[in-house]
Structures are given as C-alpha cells and as structure tokens.
C-alpha cells in the first residue's frame, strides 16, 4: 500500500504531514484491533470467571488451566501460534481476526481475575438473600451478583483496555497493518524513524488519554451501590 | 400440598450438623405444626440460626433426616452437600421464607424492585400484577412512600421491612426471622416488632423466630424453645418458661439477659 505514495522529508513538518494520511489509516486498524480485542476480552473474561467458580470441578479446574496457560505465555507465542500453526490443522483465520482474536484472549485470562474479584467482593448475605428468595444461580448472577460486581471493577477493567490498546502494535508480525507497523515501514523506507515514530507515540499517548479520562467519566457517572438490568 | 392437619410443616429428626470438628446441632428433634410461631432462644452458638439456616437450605447436615410438609430434604439418591438436585432445593425454597439479621437488600435496586425481582423472576408473575401486590405489601409494612428509594437512603429499621415485605411477596407458609431487630438501633426496634406482631395473627403463617427481645418473645409465641449446645434443653408456653422454668440452664439464661 506504500507504492505511490511520495514523502517529502525536507523538514519534519512536511514530512509529518506527507505520513498523516497513512498513519490515520493505520489508526483506525488499531482502533478496531482493540475494540474488538476488548469486546471479546469483557465477555470471555466474564464467561471465564463463571466457568472457574463452578461447583463441577472438572468445569472449574479445566478452566483455571486455561486461564493460567493464556497469561503465563507471551501474547506473541499466541499470536504466532494462531497465525501459523492453526493453518496446519486446517484452520485459516484472516490476519485482523488472528490479532483480534490473540489480544482478546489473553486479555480475556487478565479480565476474569478481575471479575472473579468482583464477585468474590459481593457479600455473601446478598447471595443468601438470593437463596431465600428461590432464585437459581444464574438469576443471581445476572441480577444481583453482576450488576454489584461492575462498577467495583471498572477501574481495574479500564486499566486492561489502556494496557491493551498499547499492545496492539504486536499485531504486525503477523502482517496486521496497523498504526506502529505502517510507521516502520515508512522509516525502513526513508531511513527517518524520528518523525513517524513520534508521530505513532503522541497518538497512543491521546488515544490512552482519552480512554482514561472517557472511563473515569463513566466512573462518576455509574451508581456506587450497582446497575439494575432490566 | 396435601398434608394432613396433623403432620407437622416441619420436622427435624435426629439432625446433627457440624462445622468441621464442631457439632452445631446434636442429635436434633424438632416439629413446628402449621400455623405455630415458634420462638427460639438461647446463648450464642447454641444453634438457633442454624437451625433456620439450614431450613432455608443456606446449610447443609450431615446425619438426620428434616422434612418441609411432608417433603424430606434428602433426595434418595441426590448428590452434593445437601444430598439433593437444585430442583428439588428449589421446590422446598418455594415454601419457605426468611429475614435476615443484616437485612441483605439489593442495594442496587429500588424498594420497590427489590420485592417485585423475585415474584417476577421466579414465580413468573407479569410486572404489573407484582408491582400492585408490591405496593400493598409496602403499604402494609408503612413504606408505600419510600418506594422509589435506594436501601441507602433508609434507616435499618426501614430496610429491614422492606425485608418483610420482600419475603411477604413470595407467600411463602413458613417464615424464618433471623434476629431480625438484632442490627438496629434500640429506637428502631419497636417499628420492626410492631410489623412481625402484625404477622403472627396471620392464622396460616408458620413462624420461627430466633430473637433475644424476650418481652416480644413472651408475647407472639405460641411455643418458646431454649437452646443450649445444639440441643433443647427445654420448651414449652411462654409464660412457663419465662415465669416458671424448669431447667437451671434456662434459669442462668433468662436471668442474664433479664436482669
């Protein structure tokens, strides 16, 4: 994608705004690499801790080594395990659902410690009053144990979605062109890394910024005490 | 349910429950017959919540046989710590209700929803009907304006029979009170009692009551029940055990908390 294109790096400025372009495209690959990371990361997270808190130990331990297997290996063994050695076993997946779906994993293994604490933090009185009112398990979780886990762990959730959007440059090595991979490439090509490198590194420093900053918003804006669903 | 008028609602026989090397409940009988209020009480870890705990089926037991009108709690062949599929438990929950010490409102929702949740979610009742039946039941315990609150904003007092009114709202026939006026403040107690003595003239409720407000105790109950070390050690009307008692236990009891 890079043939065609001109850089003019007589100053920094116009060399800056000749890459724009490419880096914003590269940009929107990341954004959508961390979303979709996050949004399988929130709800397998979520699946994950349930699993580990069955009462069927051969569901709970089965889960826990999985969990203990994805964050106790590199996310670029993972990455390079589902990129080439799944092909093997006849299973193709496209180099953006590859990367999502790497990041989204092991971000998934982080998140269920986090809800497990939550959980955990419920008191018990809330489960027996569950109990009382002949609510099944599932009720309870989906009524009165999750609502109350939420806002206890959206600071510690928030943390994993900034951690995850500054991981997402390891996608490419497995040809994901997304922002940090399209800045080397221009660098190899003019043997200028200054401006494109900081160029990438002041929008990560906006992107996690705004995350924050958007989180600690939704942080004040949610009830202390939990979030009815309906 | 078809039981007769003769069978007890409930019936502990020869229950013993442990806490690892720590007997609870010791070779426990116990019957309540339909309609009775039962008073418990007794020095702390005699067993009298746990008696209402594992009714509630919070706890398991390890020897004994406990059945709910007629209904044993021991499957023949059920597995796991009750020795019972949940959908068994769950049968036998539909009956039973129960007040807790520290209330346990979902703090998340309103007053309101909190004794709508159950009625809708398990009975299957629609909304709108559980609502209706919700405000009546607040109306009853004096909070139909607080409806729209969070437990937050309410005193204990309040909270604790928005409590009422939630175990109410299943109809269930036999309610378990927990030392229900054990967490409030002493001024707060009087509002709770007053909605509890409201009930006991409900001729169909079973009541247990585990509580250390004797003067109430001496005046709701059919039967007082004093516990010592997992067992009872004597029971009887009210104003025998508490004007004539026959045990020296009950006796040493009665007069610490008494005097």
Redesign the interface.
């Known amino acids: 994608m890079m043939y065609g294109y001109e850089w003019d790096t007589t100053t920094w400025l116009t060399y800056a705004t000749s890459i724009l372009p490419i880096i914003l495209i590269g940009l929107t690959v990341t954004l959508k690499a961390a979303a979709a990371g996050f949004a399988i990361a929130l709800v397998l997270g979520l699946v994950f801790a349930l699993l580990r808190r069955s009462?069927i130990k051969a569901i709970s331990w089965t889960t826990a080594v999985v969990v203990e297997f994805l964050r106790d290996t590199p996310l670029l063994v993972q990455l390079f395990f589902l990129y080439y050695v799944l092909p093997d076993f006849g299973i193709v997946l496209p180099a953006f659902l590859t990367g999502a779906l790497a990041l989204g994993l092991q971000y998934a293994a982080y998140t269920s410690e986090v809800y497990r604490g939550g959980i955990e933090a419920v008191?018990r009185?809330?489960w027996?009053?569950a109990?009382?009112?002949?609510?099944?398990?599932m009720?309870t979780y989906r009524?009165?144990v999750v609502?109350?886990a939420v806002p206890r762990i959206l600071p510690a959730m928030g943390n994993y979605l900034v951690a995850m959007i500054k991981e997402t440059p390891v996608l490419s090595v497995v040809t994901v062109l997304e922002m940090m991979g399209l800045a080397n490439m221009i660098s190899e090509r003019t043997f200028e890394y200054l401006v494109p490198l900081t160029m990438v590194g002041l929008i990560f420093l906006l992107l996690t910024l705004v995350c924050s900053a958007a989180l600690h918003r939704l942080q004040l804006a949610l009830?202390k005490?939990?979030?009815?669903l309906k | 349910m078809t039981d007769k008028p003769s069978q007890p609602i409930i019936e502990f026989s020869n229950v013993t429950k442990r806490f690892g090397t720590l007997t609870v409940l010791d070779d426990f009988n116990f019957k309540v017959a339909k309609g009775e209020k039962v008073t418990l009480i007794g020095p702390s870890g005699s067993g009298k919540s746990t008696v209402l705990r594992i009714l509630m089926t919070l706890e398991p037991f390890q020897e004994g046989r406990l059945a709910l009108a007629g209904m044993s709690y021991h499957e023949p062949n059920g597995k796991g710590p009750f020795k019972a599929s949940e959908k068994h438990l769950h049968q036998i929950r539909s009956h039973i209700g129960m007040v807790f010490q520290s209330f346990n409102l979902f703090p998340h929702m309103t007053v309101l929803r909190n004794v709508v949740e159950a009625p809708v979610r398990v009975l299957g009742l629609p909304r709108g009907e559980a609502e209706c039946r919700a405000v009546d039941l607040l109306a009853m315990v004096g909070l139909a304006d607080k409806k729209d609150h969070y437990p937050s904003q309410l005193s204990g007092g309040q909270q604790q029979r928005v409590a009422i009114a939630r175990a109410l709202a299943m109809r269930p026939r036999v309610l378990l009170f927990d030392e229900p006026t054990s967490a409030l403040d002493p001024q707060l107690v009087g509002e709770v009692l007053s909605v509890i003595r409201g009930l006991a003239h409900e001729h169909d409720l079973t009541m247990l009551l585990v509580t250390h407000e004797m003067r109430f105790a001496r005046e709701v109950s059919d039967r007082v029940c004093f516990f010592d070390k997992g067992r009872i050690c004597e029971q009887g009307e009210p104003n025998a055990i508490f004007g004539a008692p026959k045990e020296e236990r009950t006796r040493e009891f009665l007069q610490s908390v008494l005097s």
């Open positions: 009462r008191p009185g809330q027996e009053a109990t009382a009112l002949n609510m099944t398990r009720q009524d009165i609502p109350q009830p005490a939990g979030i009815p």
